[in-house]
């Protein structure tokens, strides 16, 4: 079964197309699941990110309406930085969601680490404060899936270095054992794939942590922000989590997992 939970529509910052477009998308390339997750971030020092959920929501109401014999479509948002703003949590019981993710885009100083300067920073340093803190929002919670554990490695792009958490699991397990304590979902991210770095992420070792500590909910996203990127880096997915021992992937509707199973041989 194919299923994108981590997407992009027009009604994020960042994207473009209309959700129609998304669905549509997805229905051509086999997909039973698609997750409408747009940005909502958070600050310590600034106003949030706007998003018109209302819209959203209703975009997505008449496309289950017209599509729900070929695809099921899920009402979902990714809210960065959580714990910075109390609101955020408050929003979560104010909206019908399917899915929540939550994402760790930029530390307290409220600079993305897509526009930190890598050259001038303490990488070292940088990973495992970063860490730290998505330990912290784990803790604090109020979302069920975490995305891309590994969003500050595919901007840390420099000549001959291919950054990775291998020197970093002692602040890894931590966050791998609050997700599992929590019932939050670990995140493959299709996104690494199409950057520097060529592989979707975590790592293996990461993965393999997880399942040794006991962790079993996996979600999987392309992390797509147009129409045509719906799926892409899917399968690669899949077989990262067949890879690593996981057969079933984790899908949230009104807000409860259920575990759809993807098989034991990768595609």
């Known amino acids: ?80 930085e959580i714990y910075a703003d109390k609101n955020a949590l408050e929003l979560t019981k104010n909206y019908n969601f399917d899915i929540v993710i939550g994402s760790l885009h930029s530390m307290p100083n409220d600079i993305d680490f897509y526009d930190m300067d890598y050259t001038k920073l303490d990488s070292d340093k940088l990973l495992k404060e970063y860490l730290l803190e998505v330990k912290n929002m784990c803790e604090y919670g109020g979302f069920d899936v975490l995305a891309h554990i590994d969003y500050p490695l595919r901007k840390m792009e420099k000549a001959n270095i291919k950054p990775s958490f291998e020197n970093y699991m ?61 799926g892409r880096g899917i399968k690669e997915c899949i077989n990262h989590a067949i890879n690593n021992g996981f057969e079933y992937v984790t899908i949230f509707e009104n807000r409860k997992p259920n575990q759809i199973y993807i098989g034991k041989e990768k595609i």
Do not use: C
């Open 170 to 230: 002692e602040f890894i397990t931590p966050v791998l054992k609050t997700i599992i304590d929590r019932e939050i979902a670990l995140e493959i991210n299709a996104a690494g794939l199409f950057s520097f770095l060529n592989n979707v992420g975590p790592e293996s070792f990461v993965l393999e942590e997880y399942k040794r500590l006991g962790g079993k909910m996996i979600s999987i996203g392309s992390d797509a922000h147009y129409a045509k990127d719906i």
């Open 1 to 80: 079964m194919l299923v994108d939970l981590h997407t992009h529509s027009k009604y994020s910052f960042d994207a473009q197309d209309e959700i129609l477009d998304l669905t549509l998308s997805a229905i051509k390339k086999g997909f039973s699941y698609i997750a409408i997750t747009d940005h909502k971030d958070y600050f310590w020092n600034k106003e949030p990110i706007a998003l018109d959920i209302e819209n959203v929501q209703n975009d997505i109401d008449k496309i289950r309406k017209e599509f729900s014999d070929k695809i099921t479509v899920l009402k979902g948002i990714e809210i960065g």
